[in-house]
């Protein structure tokens, strides 16, 4: 399951966040990529060492509440986050994300836009499987969530910049066909809840929500 949430986070504390943000200092991308992603990779990245910004922390822990991330991810750990920067020409080829970063597992990669989506032209996060592409321009507040075993690219900025922060989840759900089948159950019952309550069909919805997590969990 891919998802596309938009206003993920409110659009003030964005704008705020963002500015914090790019008053730190940013260093060459392909510092963090490893032996063959470094060799596609051409963009700009928050520099994470020493103190990391507050403003980091804020933007994430403002997604961590976003609800309908909480239902797609059963995040357990997060990587640590980044921003990266675009700016004309500059794009990140096509490569997959590293199994393990630190102690982390990533299951679930994510990026959240933090540009307005008309001050750039280019900059389309893609997405390739067996039966071809699909590609998103990702404005401020869109985030979009995939699974991590997907090949992936950012074409290059043609006018203007991007920035957006990405990272790494973990789940505490494995497998992406359980975290989907989970995430669509959710929503069925909180759609039956709100339009008829407690009803038997709610009932039945959270047992076997409930059940199968409690037997996928780890
Ligand atoms: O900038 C993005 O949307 C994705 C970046 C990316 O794929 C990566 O850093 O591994
Ligand atoms: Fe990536």
């Known amino acids: ?106 299951d679930i990669s994510f990026t959240l836009g933090l540009s307005d989506i008309n001050t750039f032209e280019g900059g389309e996060l893609v997405i390739e499987d067996t039966t071809g592409e699909r590609s998103w321009k990702l404005g401020a507040g869109d985030l979009l969530l995939y699974p991590s075993h997907y090949l992936h690219r950012v074409n290059a900025i043609r006018n203007g910049q991007r920035l957006a922060m990405i990272g790494w989840i973990q789940s505490h759900i494995r497998l992406p066909h359980q975290r989907e089948l989970l995430f669509d159950l959710k929503c069925s019952m909180q759609e039956e809840f709100e339009q008829r309550g407690k009803t038997p069909q709610y009932d039945r919805l959270s047992k076997s929500y409930n059940n199968l997590l409690r037997e996928w969990v780890d």
């Open 1 to 106: 399951m891919i998802l596309h949430i938009q206003n993920s986070v409110e659009s003030a504390t964005l704008v705020a966040i963002t500015e914090a943000l790019l008053k730190e200092p940013f260093v060459e991308g392909h510092e963090t990529a490893g032996r063959a992603a470094k060799l596609v990779k051409n963009n700009r990245q928050l520099r994470l060492r020493g103190e990391k910004p507050a403003a980091l922390f804020m933007l994430l822990n403002h997604l961590k509440k976003n609800s309908l991330f909480k239902s797609a991810t059963f995040a357990k750990q997060f990587t640590n986050v980044m921003v990266n920067q675009y700016q004309v020409q500059q794009e990140y080829g096509l490569h997959i994300d590293d199994a393990l970063m630190g102690q982390v597992r990533t």
